[in-house]
């Protein structure tokens, strides 16, 4: 497997030469185009590895899944999709057009900014650093890695230039979506996507949503089955952002994209996958990432459908 992954890597690093690294948050700009890694992490135990697996990055819109479960378990599922729809978008990961224009006014599902910031804002705690040290914590013993911490440059780029979802989340308490001071739930929403990750956390974060909600080897029960069903669904019919549908004919995998260059994937009782590679496509998705994901799943026959 180790060397599958090794050709897999070889194979796809010319795509990077044809994508762009992320520039709207200045910080992401420094990653090296080139790189590009991958970690794969199933129920026996196994990690194979190859390329730049162990890099850091930042986990970014990866993050939305693991908010998504904890937003479920401190408010019950009703409470949160009273807020936030359950249908894909078509339009970019931060596109602001349908704001207005659904009815009744609630983003179109939580894979989006405008509904992650929804979810960030229903993750209870005392106060803000009370609610980022839950997730923190969530997070590092989804990871099975008490090292993971926030890269202060990046969360300090995007909170000084994040205007847009700015926008999104005063106009969304101005119509009642969100409650309370929206630049703290905008810190929170900044900081949980500037955590810092690496192929391997990002397979743990895999295997965890694949063993339904139970953390491997520790076998502490964090989720549950339901949930686990609910972002994995999520992540085929939203993860890629507008090019969800397109992967899922071409790969067949529940998976979400950071802008970091991260892609999550999950299959379903069997194993959990991370990506990397900053080199983007239009729509943001690791460019690179996506090859080996499709080169992975045709030979290996890993599509769920
Ligand atoms: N932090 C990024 C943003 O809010 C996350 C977007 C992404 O990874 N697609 O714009």
């Not at 803000?128 to 040290?133: A, E, Q, S, Y």
């Amino acid at each position: 497997m180790n060397e599958l992954l090794e050709n897999l890597v070889k194979s796809n690093k010319k795509l990077t030469k044809k994508g762009e690294v992320a520039s709207y948050i200045p910080a992401l700009e420094n990653a090296n185009k080139d790189d590009l890694g991958i970690c794969l992490a199933d129920l026996d135990g196994n990690f194979y590895t190859a390329g730049d697996y162990n890099k850091k990055f930042t986990i970014q819109s990866i993050s939305k899944t693991v908010t998504l479960m904890l937003a479920i378990m401190d408010n019950g599922e009703k409470e949160v999709f009273k807020k936030v729809g359950m249908e894909p978008t078509g339009d970019a990961f931060n596109s602001i057009i349908k704001l207005e224009t659904t009815m009744p006014s609630k983003p179109l599902n939580p894979m989006i900014n405008a509904g992650a910031i929804v979810i960030s804002s229903l993750i209870k705690g005392k106060n803000k650093d009370d609610k980022f040290n839950r997730l923190l914590d969530f997070v590092r013993k989804i990871t099975r890695n008490q090292n993971i911490n926030i890269n202060k440059e990046v969360y300090l780029s995007e909170k000084r230039t994040g205007d847009r979802n700015r926008a999104m989340a005063y106009f969304m308490r101005d119509v009642g979506i969100i409650k309370g001071d929206v630049e703290d739930i905008l810190d929170l929403y900044f900081k949980q996507c500037s955590l810092e990750v690496n192929c391997v956390d990002i397979a743990n974060i895999g295997l965890f949503l694949a063993n339904e909600g139970v953390v491997p080897e520790t076998n502490e029960v964090l989720a549950n089955k339901y949930i686990t069903r609910l972002v994995k669904t999520f992540m085929i019919t939203c993860g890629m952002y507008n090019g969800s549908g397109e992967f899922a004919i071409n790969v067949g995998i529940p998976a979400k994209s950071g802008v970091g260059g991260g892609i999550l994937a999950s299959i379903p009782n069997n194993m959990g996958i991370g990506v990397y590679g900053p080199s983007l496509d239009e729509k943001g998705n690791s460019i690179g990432g996506y090859g080996i994901l499709k080169e992975l799943s045709e030979e290996k026959n890993l599509s769920i459908f």
